[in-house]
């Protein structure tokens, strides 16, 4: 915010001190110093990103955000599953094997245990097999877990080579670890190639290259292999995710675009807002909306529009190749068919929501061929216009500046002088508290001054720009108190003239010069 170039114009006082080393002679003594001049249009005192241009060159709020963004990863989860297996040598009698003598080879077909979902493929994009290798064999054992189903996006097969080291007499020899799953393809059709969330494992165990001479097993050994599929995570899936109730519940999404006006009203002449669902996910579903409520400065306010409590049904989005066309449902509200007014003139902090939505409420009606993606969820947006034509009632803006005046310890006090030339129709009444260590306002040194409207003209445009000038006394016990803490509280207050709405184009400015009359102290000596 530009209002800070006028606060931070304080650390230009530095220039004034001068210091010596030694034999310092001390007098204090007071200038007159310009520092800063400039302007402030309606876009230094909202964000941004809410302001833009209407081709009448007035000035248009746009609010464009997403309240939600809904995904399926509370139903599309693989649980932490641990397959566990002991091993004895298949041997009656003792033997000795060679190096690289293989004694168990043992595939399997592992069934995951996903509720009410059949995927045939997934994409992982994170997790982990945990694995704990027990052996009693007094020889060092390779040990291979594959995952033949499980492939890297160059098409390697899932393998993973560990060597246990030799257990001693009557002990076992025990190694962990983890080997990370992120970004592997899983092939979910197990052995046949038409099943669902079924996966393919081997686990080979060897005498290791590494002995020396051959090593002597028999029936009394053991190895003891415990894998563990952990914190798994889907990037991306295929197959049919079942009939399911997902629901947010009573949540909230921070409404960034009004977050410095901390009370008063205002009352826009024109508004709309529209509401767009957006479906990227492969799945047809029912979307209701339970409640959309305004957490105001002043005010709750709960829409009040069709929409609320409709069931919504939305298609499922379009696959082309590798890209994903989601399906789109939009309304449209304004002052005529909801309280949509009321609703965004509360100057929204936060929106709480509560939505639910129905996977697939008809059945498996796409034969297995549901599709997933992280990136493509369902999303609720919100898209709000407001021409800013309004009435503006005690209407307060509240910002915290940060200032160093760290180097201009020979400042003893200074009294800014401010001249200001508005040309905004609006009354501003403006407030600096200087903030203690705890963001307590300890002192006001701008308490409270007025700025007054420009004039407007018949043609409800501004003819002509007030004049004011105002002085900032920075006494010596605040100009201690801000170099140790360095923070000053911003309080405007905007009323409108005459209770008229005005209209705020682009070319609207308030010009300020400020001047300072600073005593210091200066030093001088031998150096």
């Known amino acids: ?9 304080l650390g230009l006082i530095i220039l004034l001190g001068c210091r010596k080393k030694e034999a310092p002679l001390s007098w204090n003594s007071g200038y007159m110093v310009p520092l800063v001049h400039g302007s402030l249009g309606i876009e230094d005192l909202i964000p941004d990103t809410l302001v833009s241009v209407d081709v009448d060159s007035s000035i248009l709020l746009r609010y464009e955000g997403e309240l939600l963004n809904l995904d399926l990863t509370e139903i599309l989860t693989i649980p932490d599953t641990v397959m566990r297996d002991t091993f004895l040598v298949p041997f009656p009698s003792q033997v000795n ?16 245990a996903l509720q009410g979902v059949s995927l045939s493929q997934a994409k ?5 097999v945990d694995y704990q290798l027990e052996s009693t064999v007094q020889g060092d054992v390779t040990y291979t877990y594959e995952i033949p189903s499980a492939t890297d996006w160059m098409g390697n097969i899932f393998r993973k080579t560990i060597t246990v080291p030799a257990a001693s007499s009557g002990s076992v020899s025990l190694q962990t670890g983890s080997f990370s799953l992120d970004g592997y393809y899983l092939d979910m059709q197990g052995q046949s190639g038409v099943e669902y969330n079924k996966v393919l494992t081997t686990i080979n165990c060897k005498i290791a290259e590494s002995n020396s001479s051959d090593v002597s097993v028999s029936s009394s050994d053991k190895i003891i292999v415990a894998n563990e599929f952990k ?4 990037e991306e899936a295929e197959g049919y995710f079942g009939q399911h109730t997902i629901s947010t519940g009573l949540n909230f999404a921070t409404f960034s675009g009004f977050s410095k006006w901390v009370s008063g009203s205002i009352d826009i002449e024109d508004l709309e807002l529209n509401l767009t669902l957006k479906n990227g996910l492969g799945i047809d579903a029912f979307l209701r909306i339970n409640q959309l409520l305004s957490q105001g400065v002043n005010s709750t306010v709960s829409l009040s529009h069709s929409i609320i409590g409709e069931l919504i049904t939305l298609s499922r989005a379009s696959r082309y190749y590798d890209s994903i066309v989601p399906s789109v449902y939009e309304t449209h509200l304004n002052a005529s068919n909801s309280n949509v007014d009321n609703f965004l003139e509360s100057l929204p902090q936060e929106v709480e929501y509560d939505i639910e939505v129905e996977v697939n409420p008809l059945g498996n009606v796409s034969g297995y061929n549901d599709f997933y993606d992280m990136d493509a969820p369902i999303g609720v947006f919100l898209d709000a216009s407001m021409p800013l034509s309004l009435i503006a009632n005690n209407l307060t803006l509240q910002d915290t500046l940060t200032i160093d005046l760290s180097g201009a310890a020979s400042v003893n006090e200074v009294t800014l ?34 700025v007054p409207s420009a004039l407007v003209g018949s043609d409800g445009k501004v003819s002509s720009s007030s004049s ?9 016990q605040d100009m201690s108190r801000i170099r140790e803490n360095g923070r000053l509280l911003l309080t405007v207050v905007f009323d409108s003239p005459g209770n008229q709405h005005v209209k705020i184009y682009n070319s609207y400015r308030l010009a300020y010069s400020v001047k300072a009359d600073a005593s210091i102290t200066i030093t001088t000596g031998d150096d």
């Not at 992982?124 to 982990?128: D, K, N, R, V």
């Open 1 to 9: 915010m530009r209002w800070t170039c006028v606060i931070l114009s």
């Open 97 to 112: 094997l060679s190096p690289g003598q293989v004694f168990i080879n043992i595939p399997e077909e592992q069934e995951l």
């Open 124 to 128: 992982l994009f994170s997790g982990t």
């Open 231 to 234: 914190d798994v995570v889907i």
């Open 417 to 450: 002088l401010l001249e200001i030339m508005n040309g905004l129709p609006l009354q501003a009444n403006v407030e600096i508290g200087v903030l203690d260590a705890n963001d307590k306002v300890v002192s006001r040194i701008f308490s409270p001054n007025v």
């Open 468 to 476: 004011s000038e105002h002085e900032v006394l920075i006494d010596s």
